[in-house]
Structures are given as C-alpha cells and as structure tokens.
C-alpha cells in the first residue's frame, strides 16, 4: 500500500514586504507557492488564517476530512491546522490571509477569532456559496485591501485592521444565515476562554480539572458554563478536538503511533480505543476511507 504524502506546513511571510505585516491579499498566480499545492493537490497545513474566492474553475477541495465542490463564487476558510488538498481544473481566485495576532494586538477582543462560526463550524461546514451581488463585492473589498497593501502608506495598518475586521463580521452574518451558529462575537465570557486555552494546551492536558483550576473555576462549573454556550460538556470538547487534531494527523500521513505520542497518549492501544470511540474506527481504517474518498 502505497504510504500518504505528509502535510507539509505552510508559515506566514511577515516580512514579506519588508517591514512586519501580518496579512496578504493576493491572486492565486501571484502566490507561487499557493499554487503549488492547488496543483499538486498534496496535503498542507497552514500556520495562519486564510479565506479563498473563487473567481473562476472549478474541482474539489478538501478541509481535514470533508470535501467540497469548487465553482465560482464559493468562499472556503480555513483554520491554523487544518489539513487541506485540491483537486482543481485551474481554479483561480483570491486569497485573504491573516495572523490572528494581527487583529488581536489592535482591538481590545483578544477572542474575536474564536467566536466567528465560519473558522469554528462543526460537521465540516467550512464552505459559502454567494450570490453573484455578495461576490461581486467580496472580490471588490479583497481587490482594494490588495491596493493598499502595494501602495502601503504611513497608515495603512489601521486601514487594513478596520477592513479585514468588517469584512470578517460580514462574512460570519452571511455563513450563520446560511448554515446556523453563533452570530454574536462580542460576548468575553468562560467557555471561549476554555476554547483558547485548549487549543493552547490540547496535547499537554487531556482533564477538565485541569483547565478548571487554569480558568479559576470548579470543574462542574466550567462544564456547565462550556454545555450552556456550546452545546457540549467541557469533557466532551475536549474529545472532540483530540478526535479532530488525531484526523488532521493521520490525513497528514503520520502513523498511528506517532499521532499517540504526538497528542498526549503514552499508550498507542488506549489511543487507538480512543478514536474508536468517537469515530466508529480505527484510526488505519479512517485514513483508509479517506484515501478511497479522493482525499
């Protein structure tokens, strides 16, 4: 059986333009390296945000494990981490790419990034098709944030800020009209600071406690807090995102083993009965349905 290409890990260019800034817009022939990976539909992960228009082509895209079609007008975005792959028939477009820290260093809502629900949808909904009217204009606001960063002026940066956040708050209405979640990103409140955390410590600390006494909480009422906002005990987002980091792994090409250590389980049996049981197989026979879906 033939081995799966491993992930290669994508970094944001800061210095790209010489002095430090941290977000892009660009066509896809302008990104060489982007382009590279839509062609050869090997599995990457990036190291920053990213939000692609498609303006013309088409194909298939693939997020971790879900796969969406590729036309005109279809916003994909994408996580830090996510594993993804292309297989394209020249698809083209524009790419929106971003720290988070560029956001988080300005406005005082250190967790605004966390609260959209088109970068944290669950069941693989990481996809928007607009209308001809919404993407006319998204191209025209991407198109213009690209001028001011060729043209880049004394103050730019906070130009920049303001439209990448507008944009986002605008993108988030449209995604949750279409596929549900949470519209409110001003709330600062428990369970998105367990969020962060856990995506900070997610293959250190596996308990509840844990991250309870990190928060200053009980664990009961850390767990009741995350279920009220979430939907799910802090228990289970916990396994939840295990399960979602070990899948992002094993697409990547690593060994089940390897995924073991590399999230947190010293024993590779307990990992394996793990994923089992949030996945209904084994984690050789989910890579396996992955690789015979295209992916």
Known sequence: ??????????????????????????????????????????????????????????????????????????????????????????????????????????????????????????????????????ADRLRARFEAMRTEIVNFRGDSLHLLRAMVYEELVRLNRLFVAKHGGRGDTGANDLAFRFRQLLENELTRHHRVDWYAERLGVTPGHLNAVVRDLLGATAKACIADRLTVEAKRRLIGGESAARVARGIGFDDPAYFSRFFRRGTGMTPSGFRHQVRSAGG
């Open 1 to 134: 059986m033939q081995k799966p290409a491993k992930a290669r890990h994508v970094d944001f260019l800061r210095r790209k333009y010489g002095p430090e800034l941290l977000v892009d817009v660009g066509w896809i022939d302008d990104l060489p390296g982007f382009r590279r990976d839509v062609d050869s539909g090997s599995p990457h992960r990036l190291g920053f945000h990213d939000i692609f228009l498609v303006t013309a082509g088409g194909g298939a895209f693939w997020l971790d494990e879900a796969r969406f079609p590729l036309r005109p007008g279809t916003v994909l975005f994408t996580s830090p981490g996510q594993v993804r792959r292309w297989r394209t028939d020249r698809v083209d477009g524009l790419c929106l790419f971003f720290q988070a820290e560029f956001l988080q260093v300005f406005f005082n809502d250190p967790l605004f990034i966390h609260r959209l629900a088109c970068f944290d949808a669950p069941d693989g909904r990481h996809a928007l098709v607009l209308g001809t009217a919404d």
